[in-house]
């Protein structure tokens, strides 16, 4: 039988959780990525927009 005290427990329920806070904000700060492309001449980038220009 595994006997519990106070402080172990709530030093338990704290680490459980830390790790699921810090496991939702990582998934919530996965990055969007944007195609770009870029001119091999003049290394310049072009982005296409593709709405209407009643949503600008």
């Known amino acids: 039988m595994i006997v519990l005290s106070g402080k172990r427990l709530l030093l338990m329920l704290s680490a459980v ?31 296409i927009d593709a709405r209407a220009w009643s949503a600008r």
């Open 17 to 47: 959780l830390v790790a699921i806070g810090v496991f939702s904000i990582n998934m919530k700060m996965e990055e969007e990525t944007m195609q770009t492309v870029a001119l091999p001449v003049s290394n310049k980038v072009i982005v």
